[in-house]
């Protein structure tokens, strides 16, 4: 998988802030995981020269030098339901599976759809700030990573980076909280020439804008939840917005990881980021005490998890309620 590099200097308001793995290639970027896929143990771990570092910090938002291309993590492989996530209170923030109740928390398969239907996951150095409030959502933000949704052809793995280029975004407002849904293409796809902005989705790609606006509407009915809105009447915005929303929760990051925003429970340990507070060295005692990785089978997924549920019969069943 080939990844890129970029020279990006901040020289704005809240700070200079430099990432030194902008420095150097991110191909020698590993995974280090721990306990089995589908497991409360279950944690993936990114490394660089031995030495972990924090996707949420230490990977650069920018993949190439012309800021064309962007790095995507991907948590949540096409058609998988595991609800993986960059986890923001452990250090140097592991993907690990999102629990409710210290039980895992799968992705509920809403007919037609298996998990999700594109490769879902987040770009490193953003953050949906909730002390701000969206004039276009009139919500705020929900305190993540901002989401990206790939639409390519290929099936990701966890924690693999991507090198994307931005076609859009969607206003989710999910649970009254501002959850914006980046629609981005792997340059390497075999569409990615002809999908240069989100006009060219609905053309290449019929449907799929149309499908994805029914999943984030419906899928969390099943969990007893209500249905979630689209901003901008369900209409997906275009790159140049997409773009400036991106750039927006980059300097929320940037806030965050220099200390002018308080970082309440997020963990901001990182080995890269000049400027920051939370800089520290590979030889920080967090840092070399996380064990060595292991190669186990994934667990099985509980049948209860891996059901399908059918939308109009769960709207039946919030009316009578």
């Known amino acids: 998988m080939k990844l890129f590099t970029s020279s990006f200097v901040c020289t704005l308001a809240v700070g200079c802030l430099i990432s030194s793995v902008l420095a150097s290639n991110v191909?020698?970027?590993?995974?280090?995981?721990?306990?089995?896929?589908?497991?409360?143990?279950?944690?993936?771990?990114?490394?660089?020269?031995?030495?972990?570092?924090?996707?949420?910090?230490?990977?650069?938002?920018?993949?190439?030098?012309?800021?064309?291309?962007?790095?995507?993590?991907?948590?949540?492989?096409?058609?998988t339901t595991a609800k993986n996530e960059i986890n923001k209170e452990t250090p140097l923030n592991p993907i690990i599976q999102d629990t409710s109740n210290n039980n895992l928390r799968f992705v509920c398969n809403t007919f037609p759809y298996k998990g999700y239907i594109w490769n879902y996951g987040a770009f490193p150095q953003t953050w949906e700030d909730p002390g701000y409030i969206s004039p276009y959502t009139d919500q705020k933000g929900d305190n993540d990573p901002i989401d990206v949704i790939e639409l390519g052809q290929s099936v990701a793995t966890v924690g693999q980076i991507k090198q994307v280029k931005i076609l859009g975004v969607i206003a989710l407002i999910d649970q009254n909280e501002t959850d914006w849904k980046v629609v981005v293409i792997d340059h390497e796809d075999p569409l990615a020439e002809k999908l240069n902005d989100i006009d060219d989705v609905k053309k290449h790609m019929p449907g799929y804008l149309?499908?994805?606006?029914?999943?984030?509407?419906?899928?969390?009915?099943?969990?007893?939840?209500?249905?979630?809105?689209?901003?901008?009447?369900?209409?997906?915005?275009?790159?140049?917005?997409?773009?400036?929303?991106?750039?927006?929760?980059?300097?929320f990051w940037k806030g965050l990881i220099n200390g002018t925003t308080p970082r309440t429970t997020i963990e901001t340990i990182n080995v890269s980021v000049d400027g920051s507070p939370y800089k520290t060295t590979s030889d920080n005692y967090t840092i070399a005490s996380i064990p060595q990785g292991e190669q186990l089978p994934p667990a099985p997924i509980p049948k209860k998890n891996d059901i399908w549920y059918f939308i109009p019969t769960l709207e039946n069943r919030s009316k009578a309620a």
């Open 210 to 251: 149309e499908a994805t606006n029914d999943l984030f509407i419906h899928y969390k009915l099943p969990e007893g939840k209500q249905k979630n809105e689209i901003g901008f009447n369900s209409t997906a915005q275009n790159k140049e917005f997409a773009t400036s929303v991106v750039l927006e929760t980059h300097e």
């Open 27 to 79: 191909d020698d970027i590993s995974l280090r995981t721990i306990g089995a896929a589908n497991t409360l143990d279950y944690k993936v771990y990114f490394e660089k020269n031995n030495t972990v570092i924090s996707p949420f910090h230490d990977v650069p938002l920018f993949a190439n030098e012309n800021k064309t291309l962007f790095n995507m993590i991907v948590e949540i492989p096409r058609w």
